[in-house]
């Protein structure tokens, strides 16, 4: 069996990190969304939303974040690797904000290509705001949309999770692989 990178995408509060640690319960190698790290991170140094008082230094850094993901997601010995989000989030972020980057940004994404994307539908009912979530429903729903738009710019064909209980997702998901 050639290895598989896959990757689960959508939205804030679509229901991502549940999904993996429901995959990571049943024995498959997942590797969590880092974007929270870095926000903690920065809080720590006094930065209260790294995201939004610098969005292209909090960009790199979930890039450069992304991209190790990536390499060690290709050296594991599990033939199927699961991602919460890939390196097109970074540039798909970017476009809801509407600010530009560096072109290291899009070679980044042409250069690390991964096997599946499942995309994770906006989902009102499940959707939860947070400390570190600060986007409102109506936002969740733009980013979806810049989302689906970046991942199809790169080429990938999206598989759109049906709504569903934890167990029926991840059962769909696997069934697709």
């Not at 209260?48 to 969005?55: I, M, S, V």
């Not at 899009?106 to 499942?118: G, P, Q, V």
Request: with cysteine; glycine share 6%.
């Amino acid at each position: 069996m050639k290895k598989q990178i896959v990757v689960i995408i959508g939205g804030p509060g679509t229901g991502k990190t549940t999904i993996i640690d429901g995959l990571l319960a049943k024995g498959y190698c997942c590797y969590p969304e880092i974007s929270r790290e870095v926000t903690m991170e920065a809080k720590k140094q006094g930065i209260e939303q790294l995201f939004l008082e610098n969005p292209l230094l909090f960009s790199e850094l979930l890039l450069e974040g992304r991209k190790k993901q990536f390499h060690n997601a290709v050296a594991e010995t599990h033939d199927i690797v699961f991602l919460d989000r890939g390196i097109p989030d970074v540039l798909a972020y970017m476009h809801y904000i509407g600010d530009s980057y560096p072109a290291f940004f899009d070679l980044a994404c042409r250069e690390h290509s991964y096997t599946k994307i499942f995309l994770l539908p906006p989902w009102e009912e499940i959707y939860i705001s947070d400390d570190e979530r600060y986007e409102n429903f109506e936002q969740a729903k733009l980013i979806y949309n810049h989302l689906t738009e970046t991942y199809e710019k790169y080429g990938y064909n999206l598989i759109e999770v049906p709504k569903g209980t934890v167990e029926e997702r991840i059962h769909y998901i696997i069934n697709q692989l």
